[in-house]
């Protein structure tokens, strides 16, 4: 069995340094790593300057024993990455007769004049395995060096996403690649926040070997990733599967799903499944809902429009809502909840209606404050309900919040 | 004149290191701090692990002489950037009475019960000014100790973001501001693509010194981030001005907005300095144009709402488009985009009705394909007019890219 590695990812350009793009390149290749059950420990950005590359070259060398450089592969002065690693590990540089060949019939494809810097673009470091770039010029290395590894990799990530996987994986799989088996899920929860769900969860994290569990919070949701590694493919996943259950036992009425899905794209194949279709009346999220629902291709199958009924006279004429209900109880009540999630779901020929009113803020609104949520619901046949909510934070994250919890309450009553 | 500043920004979570997240926090103080003229000489990533945080940290005392850290403030166990700091500075952890106060009233205000391990989020570095959080619970702090400086602030990016530049960096100008004034600006151009765009300014880009130009292209948009630097205001903006009187010259029928505008906003600016009402009739944009229009708070004074008619029935009750039409024309029709505007002007009582009708994609619809698009747009006492746009990319580009034209077309109509 081989070593277990120590990543780390460099990423070389003063372009990251000035904010002007983000470092996606990290999270790509860290995704991909992680996949293959390589660690990485690092990530790190700096600037095109020999001098401090110099330093963080020297700082990875103490901590790390495969080092992902991406960026600084360019014709121009400025790129400088091959240079200084070459400096660094003390190894020359040498043209590379494949790449420069390539490059030569880059230019003459696209009919463009070859200028001599582009030269530069086809050295590459002593005894390295070259890398071939399919969408542009500069080639990818893997050299090993002293034990270490040292990956150079185009900066561009539509250079750079497909030479990794398709060029880079399958050699760091040959070369480094350990023979554990990793199996990572994340599970998805909506309705419990992250400190409650780790305190309800906290011997089984504290405890945490095989699979790990990592938590983590955003948009209002939280999810948990499983991670187990094995050298038995069938073990790993049984390991998983046990600390799954034991998780869902406690918390699984806030769970709703795996992976990359989202609260919408369940509740559309709940829908599917059940045949049932759905209209929606929105006020403050003014159409958000409805816009999520349709995200999916194939949603005419389940969903049939809504009205966005941002006035009253709107909750009036297009989701069949009473003047009586706006003056007795106004358009932030129950009662107008009730009412336009009937009123739609009888408009539209629906199984289902569903409608959100309320203030989204930051202004109050017929005394109500903001963050003061309606969201009704009205299904054939059965008494109309409404679910009254007090959310805080933006007018943004109280629209998207109530929309999520339209799509949970929505789910939850079609698992009954 | 104060020292210029060497400084660094690490990012705290195994969550970036898995590839999960992408560091788009890094990217934000950057650009902020090239704003008012803080060099930025090195990102660092790592994960939730104390003994790696604590190498990380002293690396950083080494060469740098103002450390942000983003992440690690939260209430569980993982988190523990503070912790760690206050280990190698030396200072101890005080519980802030104010921060405290703050958390136990976001509780109560959402009616959850505080968990035990949220106090731990009240705690800060003692002698350090606290940068309150008003999207979040974990407050921010700038710590200044043996002459360096330490800033410490929340993960999530709806915490960060506008923590950093209503509290963050006013403390930042006083404390450790440079005598250089820094003038940023962007500009936003719609229905021109980057290539083109570099293109037509080229020789500007080229010579580009004082200020620098720096072109962006995301989500079908194109910016030109414009920055000058100068010891005196008044000439700083001459210096950008001029440059953008330059970029406008060639480029201007393009320009919609500075800054962190977005075509919606400045379709409800607007429609409001006209007095003038809208409604929209989505097909398969499905409530995203209403969702976008109804983003901004007063929303209420030129959106009514409209119709997501998503089905061919409810084109015809919800929105007036006549059977007819369907039949001979099917629904993705340059006709059917006309009625749908015009009838939701009408039944909503709008001074401008627009409509969106299309395929989405991926799969063809009546015979067209994917990206076959219609915008109506329907005023009082004017013909209707439609537009045909034939859009490549997956069914969320369509669907954005049409929403965004429609407000680009309006703009443009409004402007004559």
């Known amino acids: 069995m081989k070593l277990e590695r120590k990543a780390e990812i460099i990423a070389v350009g003063s372009e990251l340094l000035l904010g ?38 020297q700082t990875a060398q103490q901590r790390s024993d495969f080092i992902i450089f991406s960026g600084g592969l360019g014709p121009t002065k400025d790129d400088l990455t091959k240079e200084t690693i070459a400096e660094v590990v003390g190894r020359p540089l040498k043209l590379d007769d494949e790449a420069f060949e390539s490059i030569q019939d880059y230019f003459k494809k696209t009919n463009r004049e070859m200028s001599p810097n582009n030269r530069k673009q086809a050295l590459i470091l002593e005894g390295s395995d070259v890398l071939p770039n399919r969408f542009g010029m500069a080639p990818g290395m893997l050299l090993e060096h002293e034990s270490r590894f040292y990956m150079l990799l185009p900066g561009p990530p539509k250079e750079l996403e497909p030479m990794f996987e398709n060029e880079a994986k399958p050699l760091i799989l040959e070369k480094l690649g350990s023979r554990e088996k990793i199996v990572s899920r994340v599970l998805r929860f909506f309705g419990i926040g992250e400190s409650q769900l780790e305190t ?49 036992e406690r918390v699984g009425e806030f769970f709703y799903g795996y992976d990359d899905t989202s ?23 003014g159409g958000l809902f409805s816009s999520w629902l349709t995200e999916m291709s194939g949603a005419s199958e389940y969903f049939k429009g809504g009205a966005v ?108």
């Open 309 to 416: 009924c941002y006035t009253n006279e709107l909750k009036v004429s297009a989701a069949g809502v009473s003047e009586d209900t706006l003056q007795r109880y106004g358009a932030v009540s129950a009662q107008c909840a009730k009412e336009l999630a009937a009123g739609i779901r009888v408009k539209t020929g629906s199984d289902i209606g569903i409608s959100f009113t309320g203030v989204a803020g930051p202004n109050t609104q017929e005394g109500h404050p903001a963050g003061k949520v309606f969201i009704g619901i009205s299904v054939k046949d059965q008494a109309e309900e409404a679910f009254e909510f007090q959310f805080a934070g933006s007018r943004s994250a109280v629209r998207k919040r109530s929309a999520k919890y339209g799509c949970h309450l929505l789910l939850k009553m079609m698992e009954k």
């Open 20 to 57: 002007q793009i983000v470092n996606t390149n990290a999270q790509f290749i860290s995704r991909h790593l992680a996949e293959i059950g390589i660690n990485v420990f690092y990530h790190t950005a700096v600037g095109d300057n020999p001098e401090r590359l110099k330093q963080v070259i």
């Open 263 to 285: 609260l919408a794209e369940e509740l559309a194949k709940a829908c599917r499944s059940k045949g049932m279709t759905l209209a929606a009346a929105e006020s403050f999220t």
């Open 200 to 248: 309800d969860l906290e011997d089984l994290i504290d405890a945490q070997t095989n699979p790990t569990i990592a938590p983590l919070a955003a948009d209002g949701e939280v999810t948990l990733r499983l991670t187990a590694k094995h050298a038995d493919q069938a073990e790993t996943t049984r390991l998983l599967k046990e600390t799954e259950d034991r998780i869902l």
